[in-house]
Each structure stands twice: as C-alpha cells, then as structure tokens.
C-alpha cells in the first residue's frame, strides 16, 4: 500500500534465534567480506551516520538487503541489484514500480514490511540491511541488527519515514562505494525541479493538501512525508492546521468533520485499495472548497500515485512527468 504503514514490525520468532545467531557473525557493526588478500575494497571500511549511531561496513557488500521504503529503488539507480527487498507499495515481484523493475537481472527475495521474517532474511546471508526509511523505532533497528550492519535513518529525521531522497540517495551510495553516482543523480533530479520551478513561477503563490482514501476513511499528509516534499520542491507552499495534528507522524487520519482541512488552492488526493469513482462521488470530500472551485486532481492512474509515493529518484522523475501537466489541466494553464 502506498500510504505508508502507522505501526511497527514485530518480534523475533522463538525459532529464529538460532539461524540468527549464525547470521550475526561478525555483529551489526561490520559487512561484506575481504578480499583473498585479506583487504578490504578501496575506500572501505566506510562509515555511516544513522539515527541509532554510526554503522560501520568493513568492505564492499555484495548481498545488499533493502528493508526500508524505497531502499531497493535507491539502490538499483545506483547500479546495485539487491538479493532481498521489502515491498511496502505491493507492487508484487519484483517489489518496485515499473520505472526500476527492468534493472534487476532476476528476481530478488520478496520480504515482509512490517513484521520482517528474520530467518528468511539471514538466508539470505545479507552483507548489509538497507532501512534507511523507516519508522524512526528502536525496536525495528534492534529487531534487524542481530542479521548484519543495519543503516538506519540518518541523524535528525523527525517525522516517521521521513529521509528525504537525497539523504536516502547519499546514505545507500555511501554503504555501495558510489558516492559519485549518488552525487550525480540529486543533482540530476534537482536539475528536473529547478527547470519546473523556473517554467512555472506562480506555483509559489498556491497553497496545497495532500490526502489518501484508505479502508473507508481519508488521511492527510504533512511536510517530512516525500508527496508533500515533492510538491515543495516544485515551489507549492504548505499552510495547514494538519501539521499540529501529526506529532511527529508522517500522516494524519480524517473523520468526515475534518477532511475540510484538505482545502487549499491546489488539493491532491489518491485511493488507496480502491476506485477513484470513490472520491468522485463522495460528499465529503467533493463539498471542501477545492473541489467545489475545481482545484481538485483526484489521482486515478496507479502508476502515477505510486511514483508520486515511492521518493526514490527514479520513481519522482517519473511522477513530475505526470503531475506537472496534472497541475496545469487543473488550473487551467497553458
């Protein structure tokens, strides 16, 4: 699902503790292997700030597991194939929108998302566990830790899953040795919003809400969720009473009373699990003022609001090339 999960991953099944043991060899502070030389790879051991501590990888890691939300995305742009991913969009095999799936060479281990199988993990044999997005808990990080290095979010996210892609991009670039690579493509995706901005200076004059539909009842996002960033980045201002509501999530559920606060002079909603038919002829949200005023893009195409969802590189590259003329129609632009 797109929408992010609110809860967090289980426990350690009583029968995985030994398989872990195995798997933990070397504990969570090292990675990878060195070479028949016994040294590491050039440029390893690195070093990486996450918001439980610094996490060292000893040498260049060849089975990569990406557990966190668009981990394995960040990871293919940066030309690594990861052996196991975590699919929280259930796109299905191979676990990542259809802007990335053509990079992997076979199919990678499906994984759970919430409540990680930890020994179908350290089958895996994972040199290194990518959860840089992720719900911000210490007791996911201490869940993972005993499977290899985990790289956690970076020092300073507040909201849950709220590294933004170009934390992401750095953080998995420097775990992979491609610091450059991952250079190159923020400057790339921020080259792509910096030409918008410039091509549409009066986005900075709007105000805008993001919602979801899901499992009957709508939710909204706050800034630190990636939807909301990406509409900043274009230059759209956020001005809401939502943010208060948050406290510290990435997303805030409606009752019908408040789903008003989605009025701003550009609203973005999206089903999640359903129709859009849904939103369209729903009272509720078809009674706030920017539905009424036609300010309303309620998202129906699947790709579209996953790439909008996904805040990898790859797939935000995707969703400009469709939001943008989105916006237009919307507002009535040439």
């Known amino acids: 699902m797109n929408r992010g999960p609110l809860t967090r991953g289980g426990a350690i099944a009583a029968g995985a503790l030994s398989v872990l043991m195995l798997a933990a060899c070397g504990g969570q502070a090292t990675g990878g292997s060195p070479d028949a030389s016994g040294e590491s790879a050039e440029g390893y051991p690195v070093t990486v700030q996450t918001l439980f501590g610094d996490v060292t990888v000893e040498d260049r890691p060849t089975n990569v597991v990406a557990m966190g939300w ?81 790289v956690g979010p970076p020092p300073g996210v507040e909201v849950t899953y709220g590294t933004t892609w170009q934390e992401q991009t750095r953080q998995v670039a420097q ?24 091509e549409n200076p009066d986005f900075a004059d709007l105000t805008i809400a993001v919602g979801a539909y899901f499992d009957g009842r709508y939710g909204a996002y706050v800034p630190g969720d990636g939807r909301v960033d990406l509409l900043q980045n274009l230059g759209f201002q956020y001005e809401s009473e939502i943010t208060d509501m948050a406290d510290g999530a990435f997303y805030v559920d409606l009752s019908p009373e408040l789903v008003e606060v989605l009025d701003a002079d550009l609203t973005i909603v999206f089903p999640i699990g359903d129709t859009a038919d849904v939103l369209r002829e729903d009272p509720v949200l078809q009674g706030i003022g920017s539905a009424e005023d036609g300010r309303l893009i309620i998202m129906d195409d699947p790709a579209l609001a996953n790439a909008f969802s996904s805040g990898s590189t790859l797939g935000i590259s995707y969703a400009l090339d469709g939001i943008v003329p989105l916006v237009h129609e919307t507002l009535d632009r040439e």
């Open 70 to 150: 668009s981990d394995a995305e960040t990871a293919l742009a940066l030309g690594v194939q990861p052996v196991g991913v975590a699919d929280w969009q259930g796109y299905g095999a191979p676990g990542v929108g259809p802007w990335a799936a053509d990079l992997f060479d076979s199919e990678p281990a499906q994984l759970a998302t919430l409540e990680p199988n930890l020994e179908e993990i350290a089958t895996l044999d994972p040199d290194v566990v990518l959860d840089t997005r992720s719900d911000n808990s210490q007791d996911r990080y201490d869940l993972l830790s005993p499977l290899g290095p985990v």
């Open 175 to 198: 775990v992979l040795g491609e610091d450059e690579r991952g250079e190159e493509l923020i400057a790339g995706l921020e080259a792509e919003f910096e030409t918008i901005r410039e």
